[in-house]
């Protein structure tokens, strides 16, 4: 039984076209981040939302717009794509920050490139 | 703003050798530690963690060492095996929840 899951695992598009990430976990846990790990494997946190509510919102385009429908998802809608944005992205989700800092459970990844 | 430096950036060792990684983080808040294990083409996954009321921690062949006034902490394996290889990442984090991750070491082990 998967704890986080990530949907498409691969994603080839085009410049300029919109596309979604989406992201489930059953952990039961109250945060869940995206991340973006370029060529060079640097993990960076993009999003972060706690019970549905934004909590960390880095440096990252408007055309990246994240989503949480509710605590056990959180999805990643990206306008007009480019070139850069090729990249894996990781979801991840952990207990709140509430309880402190705890480990973060990582899904497979979605390797997105853009043509 | 906060940031993790992760030395080195490659580590090749023979197999039974130690390896050992080491970071630097910024942020004086910082008080959680946790070190990332990713396969290649898999997920990172958690290895061991820290916090900052512990200078050592050890599991198994793994341990890692916490120096707070220096703001250093390190990853050592020991008796390495070929399951090893991999990329490593260290990071640290304040009770805001967000976790910065040091630039990764990709650890080879030579048979």
């Known amino acids: 039984d998967t704890a986080v899951s990530q949907t498409p695992k691969y994603l080839v598009t085009q410049m300029g076209n919109d596309k979604s990430i989406k992201c489930e976990q059953n952990l039961g846990h109250d945060t869940m981040y995206w991340y973006k790990q370029d060529s060079k494997k640097f993990l960076k946190i993009m999003f972060s939302y706690n019970n549905k509510e934004l909590i960390i919102n880095e440096t990252v385009p408007n055309r990246f717009s994240p989503k949480s429908p509710d605590k056990a998802h959180l999805n990643l809608h990206i306008n007009s794509l480019e070139l850069g944005d090729s990249a894996v992205y990781f979801c991840a989700s952990s207990l709140g920050p509430g309880q402190g800092v705890y480990e973060q459970y990582f899904g497979p990844g979605t390797r997105l490139t853009v043509t | 703003g906060e940031n993790v430096e992760q030395h080195p950036s490659t580590l090749s060792v023979q197999e039974g050798d130690s390896a050992v990684i080491k970071c630097t983080y910024s942020d004086s808040a910082s008080n959680y530690f946790p070190w990332y294990k990713q396969e290649l083409g898999k997920r990172p996954q958690l290895i061991i963690d820290?916090?900052?009321?512990?200078g050592e921690k050890k599991d198994q062949r793994i341990a890692v060492t916490l120096n707070k006034t220096a703001k250093h902490f390190s990853l050592h394996i020991t008796e390495t095996q070929p399951e090893d290889s991999a990329v490593y990442f260290c990071a640290a984090s304040n009770s805001a929840s967000k976790i910065i991750f040091g630039s990764g070491t990709r650890l080879s082990i030579r048979p």
């Open positions: 820290i916090r900052s009321n512990v």
